[in-house]
């Protein structure tokens, strides 16, 4: 009798294969293309990001999230914090918490907003704004290496579906952050 051969180890990737198999014995009824589809797009949006933050963000002295924030100003230009928040993707009090770290590094400042004095309103320093021009060079740097790995067509059509995710999102009434 042949010896079964030793099963490939797990890892980050292969979980995937091993997670929908595992489903479909315990679960026959689950839709495995469904959790196919957002178990491999968050991994390789997790992968992506740690990629990102650790050759370029972490290097630079920031973080993701603090890339995020000053991604947003350099975009958006002086805006309120909960506006922030809403275009980064990340909650109020994240945001808030954040800016005293890229207050005191010199990288963002904030005043009371005009029209409510509950409300704060950041800026950009000149400092910030070298900061993220600087760091997303090498961000996008390595976003051409990461997207390299697709062609033109695959990639217009990838984002192309990703939209359609996201508009979907409004369908399915999904839970965002605010």
Same mark, same amino acid.
């Given at each position: 009798m042949a010896a079964e051969?030793?099963?490939r180890p797990l890892d980050f990737l292969?979980?995937?294969?091993?997670?929908?198999?595992?489903?479909?014995?315990?679960?026959p009824q689950a839709d495995l293309d469904a959790m196919r589809l957002v178990l491999t797009l968050h991994r390789v949006t997790n992968a992506l990001v740690y990629d990102l933050e650790s050759s370029v963000h972490r290097p630079r002295g920031l973080s993701w999230p603090g890339f995020r924030v000053l991604f947003v100003l350099w975009h958006a230009g002086p805006a309120e914090a909960k506006r922030v928040a809403?275009?980064?993707g990340m909650?109020?009090?994240?945001?808030?918490? =954040? /800016?005293?770290? +890229? &207050?005191?590094?010199?990288?963002?400042s904030r005043r009371q907003a005009d029209?409510?004095?509950?409300?704060?309103?950041l800026s950009l320093t000149p400092a910030g704004n070298d900061a993220i021009i600087g760091t997303f060079e090498a961000h996008n740097r390595r976003e051409q290496?990461?997207?390299g790995t697709l062609t033109d067509d695959e990639r217009?059509? =990838? /984002?192309?579906? +990703? &939209?359609?995710?996201?508009?979907?999102?409004d369908l399915v009434a999904a839970k965002r952050r605010v």
């Open positions: 051969p030793e099963p292969s979980f995937v294969d091993h997670a929908i198999s595992h489903t479909a014995g315990a679960l809403e275009l980064s909650s109020r009090a994240a945001v808030s918490a =954040l /800016v005293n770290t +890229l &207050e005191r590094d010199g990288l963002v029209h409510d004095r509950r409300a704060v309103r290496a990461w997207a217009g059509r =990838l /984002v192309e579906l +990703l &939209e359609k995710l996201m508009e979907g999102a």
